[in-house]
């Protein structure tokens, strides 16, 4: 074989690789969107870190059954110090709102949707 012919059967792996690569590439970022994960939110602020690994910690505490009041307060203060951190409102909408379920909170933290 002669270089030219190499070199173009280099060029087309590399070419199929850069195809492979961007492929996964595209079906990383679908899924950064359908759990509305941003770039930004890949170099969280460590108040941020803070407030979700102390929102695991209690739901570790919950899935063991001491999971009571003062927790339960806990939880709803790092919540919404968490919404007030991400830039997301803690206003309450009307005078009666449901409370939100804490495996919704869970479900939250995660990074899935309610």
Not at 92 to 104: C, F, L, N, R, S
């Amino acid at each position: 074989m002669d270089t030219e012919t190499v070199l173009n059967i280099e060029i087309e792996a590399i070419r199929k690789r850069l195809f492979e690569l961007e492929q996964e590439n595209a079906k990383l970022k679908q899924i950064m969107r359908d759990n509305d994960i941003e770039d930004s939110d890949l170099t969280m602020s460590d108040e941020e870190s803070i407030c979700i690994n102390e929102i695991r910690n209690l739901r570790d505490l919950s899935n063991v059954g001491s999971f009571g009041k003062e927790e339960a307060q806990i939880l709803d203060l790092l919540y919404k110090n968490l919404r007030l951190i991400r830039g997301l409102s803690t206003e309450k909408i009307g005078k009666k709102q449901k409370p939100i379920d804490v495996k919704e909170l869970f479900k939250i933290v995660e990074g899935n949707k309610p």
